[in-house]
């Protein structure tokens, strides 16, 4: 049906009125629109403009290079190798569980790792690196890089690794490096940007911690553009960082490897030190431990094991352990009677067996006793009761006062864990740390290094080097830094009479050479090599019983002090093999051992020996060669 003139009329006019509406909306709309797009291109765009590099530019710390550890003949015993590693950048992954599922289709990533993964990512930064896997070999990272495009956020590098190469020899002395900690992080006022990489590693123990910051070295730089996607398209600039310090300590490695293999499996120690400069030549601790475990992550069985073991390996008994010194204790007091001027060295002192004081009855280890003895015999023959009645006439406060002149009681300055202080006890000691008073016991207890003395084989080898010297020689570790040596500390005379000196070093002569020395059996026969020493054997429990009816921990400590050779000293030597005995019959074999080692600069001919030890010495030699080729073979294994 046709529609009416007058409503074809109205409905135009509703067209033309709904046209302007639109019209005017859109062209508002457009001029909105217009306005927006100056604002932000004209009055916005330099704020755009950094936003839009911000995206585009990305920057990350290049972590320096960690400084090189030498031996003192220039071996490296701490280094940096060559590994490849596959990282990821969390916020360019996306879906990061979805990301992590798919690289496990490619290189193996335990449910652990994967777990561990996840944590420390959801804990750190989103835009800083996280290495999922290390170590990995030149097919797995070329698969990874091959698959990249499916990998958002995820790199395969070439990074570095701390590496040992002396495994166990040097674990105590040098240490090693492990992940920052949080424990680490509160320790310290400002930390440095790069402890807060994710899985960065810094020293923990020894060397490696004492030396931390100059071996960390400084920070590089990078500045990166990234696609959309955040996939690294190159690099815009680099600055490298400043390398760490590099290192070269005192040890000679080879005698190390020898001290190390020397004291087998006891739960031992053993240093060497050289008399005339103060060089720290050897730190033997024994058990050892393998420190790359620490660096690539030791696994929770290994650890246990490590601290489940009743001798003790991650502890550095060098410097940490503290021992009754026993009966090398004695060239302490004797000094302390003579240079008081209660005591001189010819004057004698009968020994029954034992010592009556205030109703108690102190025993010499002889129960029938020495007869008459002086200073060099005493020494010779490790009376005690000759120093019951020095420590009568001198008192302890000169024994402790003299102890701490020899070194004894003194925390030395030495870059390792844990350098214990020991104690060289005074009255005023024992009221603080037991409200007590000090008794006429406690005196003669400590006269022959029992009682409350504590000393650590750090200690007695520098006591035996300042006898032997006459000088207040100190430890050096650290020989040079850079290439520039490091001072050497203690060459002033000991404020010791040297007739004194003399007459204990005379002692410590026969304690070694005479027919009734406590220590004849360990002598060296070579000429110009003569040794000079003293044996300790140190209680560890009250009742007297033999050592080979009780438990290995109650059993008696072995000790033994010496240096060589007499007449020219040039090395000092500190043994002492926990619950191991005799000093004459444990400690002072694998002293006189060591000190040959030393002399010769390796092995000495069976001729420096006596007869009597040779074909001892021979077996030891077969042993000794099966430790090495065994430790060789793990060493080219790491």
Not at 478 to 485: A, F, L, N, P, T
């Amino acid at each position: 049906m046709r529609r009416a003139p007058k409503d074809t009329e109205e409905s135009v006019r509703k067209i033309t009125r709904r046209g302007l509406v639109m019209g005017g909306l859109m062209g508002g709309f457009a001029t909105l629109l217009a306005g927006r797009m100056r604002y932000m291109q004209v009055e916005q765009a330099d704020t755009f403009r950094l936003l839009a590099e911000e995206n585009r530019i990305k920057f990350s710390l290049i972590p320096p290079e960690r400084g090189l550890i030498f031996d003192r003949n220039g071996r490296p015993i701490a280094v940096n190798e060559q590994i490849y590693r596959v990282v990821i950048v969390p916020e360019d992954a996306g879906d990061i569980e979805n990301t992590l599922a798919r690289l496990r289709k490619i290189i193996p990533i335990s449910d652990e790792e994967m777990a561990e993964a996840l944590e420390e990512i959801r804990k750190s930064s989103p835009f800083l690196e996280y290495t999922i896997a290390d170590r990995l070999s030149w097919q797995q990272l070329s698969e990874v890089a091959v698959n990249a495009p499916a990998l958002p956020g995820i790199s395969p590098e070439v990074g570095l690794s701390r590496h040992y190469p002396m495994l166990e020899d040097l674990a105590h002395v040098i240490g090693y490096v492990g992940r920052v900690s949080d424990y680490d992080l509160s320790k310290i006022e400002d930390p440095d940007p790069l402890l807060k990489l994710p899985q960065f590693q810094i020293g923990k123990t020894g060397v490696e911690s004492k030396w931390e910051e100059p071996l960390r070295g400084k920070a590089g730089n990078r500045r990166i553009e990234v696609n959309a996607s955040g996939r690294v398209m190159r690099e815009l600039d680099r600055q490298q960082g400043v390398s760490g310090t590099d290192l070269q300590l005192t040890i000679d490695s080879q005698l190390q490897n020898f001290v190390q293999a020397r004291l087998g499996d006891e739960s031992a120690s053993a240093m060497v030190m050289d008399v005339t400069n103060g060089d720290l030549l050897a730190i033997g601790s024994a058990p050892s431990f393998d420190p790359n475990l620490f660096v690539r992550g030791i696994s929770v069985a290994d650890y246990r094991g490590l601290t489940e073991d009743d001798h003790r390996p991650l502890a550095n008994k060098a410097a940490q352990g503290l021992y009754p010194p026993g009966s090398t204790f004695k060239m302490v007091t004797a000094l302390a009677a003579v240079e008081a001027g209660v005591v001189t060295a010819g004057e004698t002192f009968y020994c029954p067996g034992h010592k009556e004081v205030s109703g108690r009855r102190f025993h010499c280890w002889k129960r029938s006793g020495h007869g008459w003895v002086d200073l060099d015999a005493s020494l010779q023959q490790s009376c005690d009761v000759y120093y019951y009645e020095l420590a009568l006439k001198a008192g302890i406060e000169n024994i402790s006062a003299m102890a701490k002149k020899l070194g004894i009681g003194v925390r030395h300055d030495v870059p390792m864990s844990a350098v214990a202080e020991g104690i060289a006890p005074t009255k005023a000691w024992k009221a603080e740390r037991y409200d007590q008073d000090w008794v006429v016991g406690d005196s003669l207890n400590a006269s022959i290094g029992q009682g409350f003395v504590l000393a650590s084989p750090l200690q007695l080898v520098v006591m035996a080097s300042r006898l032997a010297s006459g000088t207040q020689i100190e430890p050096r570790l650290i020989k040079s830094v850079d290439g520039r040596e490091t001072e050497v500390k203690g060459l002033e005379p000991l404020d010791i009479s040297p007739t004194a000196l003399q007459q204990v070093r005379k002692g410590m002569y026969n304690v070694v050479n005479s027919s009734r020395g406590t220590a004849r059996s360990s002598r060296i026969v070579a000429e110009g090599m003569t040794m000079a020493g003293k044996t300790g054997t140190s209680q560890v429990r009250s009742v007297v019983v033999r050592n080979q009816d009780v438990p290995w921990e109650q059993r008696d400590h072995a000790l033994f002090v010496a240096f060589a050779p007499y007449d020219n000293p040039k090395y000092a030597v500190s043994v002492v093999v926990e619950h191991g005995g005799g000093g004459s019959a444990v400690a002072a074999p694998i002293a006189r051992d060591v000190m040959l080692q030393a002399l010769y600069g390796g092995l000495p001919p069976l001729e420096a020996y006596p007869k009597a030890s040779r074909w001892q010495v021979q077996e030891m030699r077969k042993d000794l060669k099966l430790r090495e080729d065994l430790r060789q073979e793990a060493s080219d294994r790491a």
